[in-house]
């Protein structure tokens, strides 16, 4: 287990429906559950009458199979509650409509992997139902399969590729290896040769052939009883009763075997049947045709040691291969007598083919099958390409054009006291209250929607002012720091913030007094500014360093006279130029020996310090360690991918991918646009779009980040989907880079020198 996965949902039938299907379904995901405590597991079954069963507690959402908006809802509900992966059990005759079409109304609708069980897989497809086997294979990540039989159909009739197929056989109860003596007393048969068949009954199955064989093998050994364990299949009862039992019940009569043939007419629990399957001397599967890719029947009775007859049908020839069973003809009541005497005279034999088929199905056991399929969904969580999705995908020529700015989710976010940190979904999340670093951001936003528009913006200066005054609330006059986390009930969980958080509130107040028009905010962020300039100069943090140096330049822009301001910028360029130069290498041209967050804000910090001090190496080390940091956010592909936030990217370890944050990509745009701005080179106007186009949908999943619905941002990207939540980091992280990229293209659009 890698960790990543947390949950994960089932669908298909489930028990207490009476199904293969749903025992399958139920112990794959009972199994999953016990072997991997730490994930969260839940199933989704299919209800083929009105008025469902009743499940366990584990089933939390129930499809009509004949309602097609049942459904639409299930994948609605299953992107609500987000589970890392999708494990769908395929069969046609479980889903509604033609061949079961309808489930493909559900699958296109899903944001996360799906691996589909595939329980059927026809040699002879219709159109229509390879045309649904295709499309559930290219919207799931992988197509599991429990014979090898299948893989060669796939690959060779359907064209998948090999690498999306993955063979896991079907899972079996872990039991010891018995004597079939031990369980015969408690059901009646001690002493008795027991021959046994298992599973709800239907014609396909061939029970009749054995009946017909019974004569001739109880002539040779009369201690002998053919068990049938195994109820009516209920779509067969509904539609014609017990009309297939009684057939056989009356072909029993006139061959006068009615002592030596036993039904067991019910659905048994899965210890019962353990105990049954113990019981058996021989186990016989008779289907009469090869078309069974799967069948969970004969691996149960093969798994826990039965010595087994069957006819070779597909899975019945490969796993009874190399005298670990015997296979014989379809419809052959002769053959069946022959190959039961043989094996019920010759102890030796029918021991070593019961322990071969013993120690084959070890492999088998559930808890195993289960460690194989967590592998799988992990894979598919790590591998996921996109797929279709109801989240909007911005076309190629959509993501080279602009959105308007649209404040509804920062209005949504903000109260009196300022904008909350985090949100469920698009929902403000009051337990996490506000953060000096958010509302940082947020001031720095409204100063520069205001500063680009000619004419005072009501909201834009409404909401700057609740900004402004939580820094000032935020300000401790006894420390001259800026604490950070305030819970909602304006209390501080901390008296002093992280160096970072103070050194963002100086970014915004610095902003603030560089660009706002407002004489009342700049008074505000004067006194704020001044008390909390001189403490950085004490702080050890790179980063805190960086937007302190951002913060002084945007001030600098008004008071460039300023003597103490000018010393304090070069007393922090120079140490962040120290530490470049300390660990900077020719094959890892940065500051540090790890990439963590808002890198490119150290790069940034550093070309504008170089500039302004008119200092050529540290201008020269400032774009190249921007460059060199692009080109560790470039993904094979072309597009842009910053270095993902699960865990530090040190030097000579692997890169991490995932998870994204919008943050990244807002800082590389503002140092590519300050590239820009020095050297006047397109290249770095195209870097920043690049990185622009990620919020849109130029990424690994090519879904859009940015919310054009609420005008939120989602809080990153992760190896399979999107984190949903829209809080103000990543919010504010977006329309801090539409504006920064609007007032660029305004300024391009103008031919106007840009602003300095």
């Given at each position: 287990m890698t960790g990543t996965i947390r949950t994960i949902a089932f669908i298909g039938n489930y028990l207490p429906?009476?199904?293969?299907?749903?025992?399958?379904?139920?112990?794959?995901?009972?199994?999953?559950?016990?072997?991997?405590?730490e994930l969260s597991c839940f199933a989704v079954p299919v209800n083929d009458i009105p008025e469902g069963y009743a499940y366990p507690s584990r089933v939390r959402f129930e499809i009509r199979e004949n309602d097609l908006s049942s459904y639409r809802r299930a994948a609605d509900f299953l992107n609500i509650n987000n589970p890392d992966v999708v494990s769908l059990q395929h069969e046609y005759g479980i889903f509604g409509g033609d061949d079961g079409i309808y489930i493909l109304s559900l699958l296109r609708r899903l944001r996360m992997p799906i691996i589909t069980t595939l329980h059927t897989v026809l040699k002879d497809p219709t159109a229509r139902q390879r045309r649904i086997l295709l499309e559930?294979?290219?919207?799931?990540?992988?197509?599991?399969?429990?014979?090898?039989?299948?893989?060669?159909?796939?690959?060779?009739?359907?064209?998948?590729?090999?690498?999306?197929?993955?063979?896991?056989?079907?899972?079996i109860p872990d039991m010891p290896f018995i004597d079939p003596n031990f369980y015969k007393d408690q059901f009646g048969v001690a002493g008795k040769t027991v021959l046994l068949t298992f599973g709800l009954l239907s014609p396909n199955k061939g029970i009749e052939q054995v009946i017909r064989a019974i004569p001739d093998i109880v002539r040779v050994n009369p201690n002998l009883v053919y068990i049938v364990l195994g109820a009516t299949h209920p779509s067969l009862l509904r539609h014609e009763g017990e009309a297939y039992r009684l057939t056989l019940q009356r072909l029993i009569a006139e061959l006068k075997i009615e002592?030596?043939?036993?039904?067991?007419?019910?659905?048994?629990?899965?210890?019962?049947?353990?105990e049954f399957l113990v019981m058996a001397d021989v186990y016989i599967t008779p289907y009469l045709g090869e078309a069974q890719i799967t069948s969970g029947t004969l691996a149960y009775s093969f798994g826990i040691g039965n010595a087994v007859i069957s006819t070779p049908y597909w899975h019945a020839e490969e796993l009874l291969a190399d005298g670990r069973g015997i296979l014989i003809p379809f419809n052959s009541p002769s053959a069946i007598s022959e190959a039961v005497n043989r094996l019920v005279g010759n102890d030796a034999e029918r021991n070593m083919m019961r322990k071969n088929a013993y120690l084959a199905g070890r492999d088998m056991i559930w808890p195993r099958v289960a460690h194989r399929y967590v592998e799988t969904f992990e894979e598919a969580r790590m591998t996921r390409q996109s797929t279709a999705s109801c989240i909007e995908v911005f076309s190629e020529e959509e993501q080279h054009e602009l959105p308007e700015q649209k404040l509804d989710h920062i209005k949504r976010l903000t109260d009196r006291t300022g904008i909350i940190?985090?949100?469920?979904?698009?929902?403000?999340?009051?337990?996490?209250g506000y953060c000096t670093d958010d509302n940082a951001r947020a001031l720095v936003l409204m100063v520069m929607l205001a500063s680009q528009s000619e004419e005072t913006i009501p909201d834009v200066d409404i909401l700057a002012g609740t900004y402004l005054a939580a820094l000032q609330y935020a300000f401790d006059d006894g420390t001259k720091r800026f604490r950070n986390f305030l819970r909602f009930d304006r209390t501080w969980?901390?008296?002093?913030?992280?160096?970072?958080?103070?050194?963002?509130?100086l970014w915004a107040l610095g902003t603030c007094l560089g660009r706002s028009k407002n004489v009342g905010f700049q008074g505000a962020a004067g006194v704020l500014f001044e008390q909390g300039l001189a403490?950085?100069?004490?702080?050890?943090?790179?980063?805190?360093?960086?937007?302190a140096i951002l913060g002084i330049h945007e001030y600098l822009r008004r008071f460039s006279g300023d003597r103490f301001v000018n010393q304090i910028r070069e007393q922090l360029s120079e140490r962040l130029y120290a530490l470049y130069r300390l660990h900077a290498t020719p094959d890892w041209p940065w500051f540090e020996d790890e990439l963590t967050y808002v890198n490119a804000k150290l790069s940034h910090a550093l070309?504008?310090?170089?500039?302004?001090?008119?200092?050529?190496?540290?201008?020269?080390?400032?774009?190249?360690?921007?460059?060199?940091?692009?080109?560790?956010?470039?993904?094979?592909?072309?597009?842009?991918?910053?270095?993902?936030?699960?865990?530090?990217?040190?030097?000579?370890?692997?890169?991490?991918?995932?998870?994204?944050?919008?943050?990244?990509?807002?800082?590389?745009?503002?140092?590519?646009?300050?590239?820009?701005?020095v050297t006047g080179e397109k290249q770095w106007h195209r870097e920043a779009e690049r990185a622009f186009?990620?919020?849109?949908?130029?990424?690994?999943?090519?879904?859009?980040?940015?919310?054009?619905?609420?005008?939120?941002?989602?809080?990153?990207?992760?190896?399979?989907?999107?984190?949903?939540?829209?809080?103000?980091?990543?919010?504010?992280?977006?329309?801090?880079?539409?504006a920064e990229m609007s007032e660029i293209e305004k300024s391009l659009a103008l031919k106007e020198p840009l602003a300095e």
């Open positions: 429906r009476q199904c293969g299907i749903a025992t399958f379904t139920t112990d794959i995901c009972e199994s999953v559950a016990s072997a991997h405590p559930i294979a290219e919207r799931s990540s992988f197509l599991v399969v429990m014979a090898k039989k299948a893989v060669d159909f796939l690959t060779s009739i359907y064209g998948i590729p090999p690498a999306k197929i993955r063979l896991i056989q079907h899972g002592k030596h043939v036993l039904f067991r007419n019910r659905f048994v629990s899965a210890e019962e049947l353990k940190q985090h949100a469920k979904y698009t929902v403000p999340n009051f337990s996490e969980v901390k008296e002093a913030g992280s160096e970072d958080s103070h050194g963002r509130a403490t950085v100069r004490d702080f050890s943090s790179p980063r805190a360093w960086a937007f070309i504008l310090s170089g500039r302004w001090l008119s200092n050529n190496e540290m201008l020269k080390a400032g774009l190249g360690s921007l460059s060199w940091l692009i080109g560790e956010q470039t993904a094979p592909s072309g597009h842009f991918r910053p270095i993902g936030a699960n865990e530090p990217y040190r030097r000579g370890m692997p890169r991490p991918l995932y998870d994204q944050q919008p943050i990244e990509a807002k800082a590389t745009i503002s140092a590519c646009m300050e590239a820009f701005r186009r990620w919020f849109l949908g130029g990424n690994d999943l090519s879904l859009s980040i940015y919310d054009a619905a609420t005008g939120g941002c989602r809080d990153g990207l992760h190896v399979d989907r999107l984190n949903q939540n829209e809080g103000a980091e990543s919010t504010l992280a977006f329309h801090l880079a539409l």
